[in-house]
């Protein structure tokens, strides 16, 4: 019998991410690389070819997740706005995407909630505020207003993690009233 063929490696490095969100957002930041291994359907070895250390793997996860945010941020662009402040309403438009459920907003709160007790994270975390800073500051849009819609944007999109998220209507309300105010900046 001819043998299956496997996962491929990104595959298996994705179920790695994956399975380690999964386990730190429930178990904490103590679970353990078998664990793990276990979760993703690869022994601790397996892992360890992709990550050397659970340090390597806590800061994969963590940068995944920023750069995930960040691909969403870009796949919101309007490629028809070359107005000042394009990148701020597309950053409005992913942080009020409302085709998530408010259960894996809340999943992945606490789990960006565990990673950013470690030094490490959260000084990547701080990196990649610091750089959407500067690029939100270069948007061409005052600062005063580049700070109250970025500040209403992540307060509404992190309501969730309370258990009372915006309904559909009010965050495309809301959405839209912070996306005018970088319009009539």
Do not use: C
């Not at 078998?34 to 601790?44: L, M, T």
């Not at 360890?48 to 390597?56: G, M, R, S, V, W």
């Not at 950013?116 to 750089?131: F, G, K, Y």
């Not at 005052?142 to 992540?154: E, G, K, N, S, W």
């Amino acid at each position: 019998m001819p043998r299956k063929a496997g996962r491929g490696p990104e595959e298996t490095r994705r179920a790695l991410l994956d399975a380690a969100g999964s386990v730190i957002r429930t178990r904490g930041i103590s679970a353990s690389l078998d664990d793990i291994a276990k979760a993703a359907g690869v022994s601790k070895g397996g892992l360890l070819y992709h990550f050397p250390a659970k340090d390597a793997l806590v800061r994969a996860l963590a940068q995944d997740i920023l750069d995930t945010y960040r691909a969403e941020v870009q796949a919101a662009l309007d490629p028809a706005d070359t107005a000042p402040g394009r990148l701020t309403r597309a950053y409005v438009r992913a942080s009020l995407d409302t085709s998530y459920d408010e259960i894996a907003i809340r999943e992945n709160i606490a789990l960006v909630a565990q990673l950013i007790s470690i030094p490490e994270i959260a000084e990547l975390a701080r990196a990649d505020a610091e750089q959407w800073n500067e690029e939100l500051r270069a948007d061409g849009l005052p600062d005063h207003v580049v700070t109250l819609v970025i500040a209403a944007a992540d307060g509404a999109s992190t309501a969730p993690l309370w258990g009372v998220g915006l309904e559909v209507t009010a965050a495309r309300k809301l959405e839209q009233q912070l996306i005018e105010l970088t319009l009539n900046a």
